[in-house]
């Protein structure tokens, strides 16, 4: 082995970890990066190049892939929730511990402020030029909205609300679906596929009133970032005290899809389905599943 090999191999081994929480938080946050550097990324190209270089259509197409790529990125590793209502969904579920599921919070948010971050720095010129230097959360050169949601003009604060709630709930509907056993799942491979042409199809339907934020890490990280970087607290004044509303409608969204999913489907399996799903096909479980077990054999 040469020099160059063996302080490679000692670098890896000393960075090297075996902690499920470290393992599964250091996925979620690569993945979400991905997540919001390539969405935000196509919503700055879109403003900044005033509807040139793309279009609604193109964004609503670009966050859906970005969530599919940040799923990729970290399906294998934390099972790539993306998504603080995901993984909430999953605690009230019992697929995960209340532990694991801060870890994956914490991960979720310095993913989505770090991605912010790396659309600010690419985009840093653009948006110079764009507004003359001048961040402005609302105007015709305001540039805050690449960052985070506010909602259009004809929009209520309750509507907005109840728009983020049955947005989230019609995903993680969906979400079930696509990744149920028991049910008609997509191959597992496919699956990050087929989520992200569920998060286009949202985008194509419900994306009107404020942009489907869907996803608090997704809206609240960034919208701090901005807090920081020139726009100033206007982005927490903005819509009434907008910014609560994609925090909490999405929560909510996700514990209802999750209790009309098991209400309606996941209750009603036959038993004999899920003795055959639970103890036959040989499949991997997801990681989630594999961590919650093996923590409470090692509690007991």
């Not at 040469?2 to 393992?23: F, G, P, W």
């Not at 310095?110 to 840093?124: D, K, N, P, Q, T």
């Not at 728009?163 to 056993?181: G, P, S």
Request: charged share 15%.
């Amino acid at each position: 082995m040469d020099a160059h090999a063996q302080c490679l191999e000692k670098v890896r081994s000393t960075l090297r970890t075996t902690n499920s929480y470290v393992r599964c938080g250091l996925a979620e946050f690569l993945g979400t990066v991905i997540l919001i550097l390539f969405g935000c990324g196509s919503v700055a190209q879109m403003e900044l190049s005033g509807f040139a270089k793309a279009q609604f259509l193109s964004v609503n197409m670009a966050f859906g892939f970005a969530v599919t790529a940040g799923a990729y990125v970290c399906a294998g590793v934390s099972g790539a929730h993306l998504n603080p209502a995901v993984s909430f969904s999953m605690f009230l579920l019992k697929k995960m511990t209340w532990k694991l599921m801060l870890i994956y919070f914490l991960a979720q948010f310095l993913g989505s402020f770090i991605g912010a971050s790396l659309v600010f720095a690419l985009y840093f010129d653009a948006l110079h030029v764009y507004s003359g230097g001048n961040w402005t959360v609302y105007g015709p050169q305001a540039t805050a909205g690449i960052f985070a949601s506010y909602p259009s003009e004809h929009l209520s604060v309750v509507n907005g609300f109840s728009d983020q709630v049955i947005a989230t709930a019609a995903l993680m509907i969906c979400i079930f679906a696509i990744t149920d056993e028991k049910n008609n799942a997509a191959p597992k491979g496919l699956q990050p596929f087929v989520i992200g042409l569920i998060v286009l199809l949202v985008g194509l339907s419900m994306g009107f009133n404020c942009g489907y934020p869907i996803n608090p890490a997704r809206d609240l990280a960034p919208r701090i970032f901005t807090a920081f970087s020139g726009w100033g607290l206007e982005v927490f004044r903005a819509g009434g005290h907008w910014w609560w509303v994609p925090v909490v409608g999405p929560m909510i969204g996700g514990v209802m899809g999750t209790i009309l999913y098991d209400l309606l489907i996941g209750i009603h399996h036959e038993p004999s389905r899920r003795k055959e799903n639970r103890e036959g096909n040989g499949e991997r479980q997801p990681p989630e599943y594999e961590f919650v077990q093996s923590e409470a054999e090692s509690s007991t």
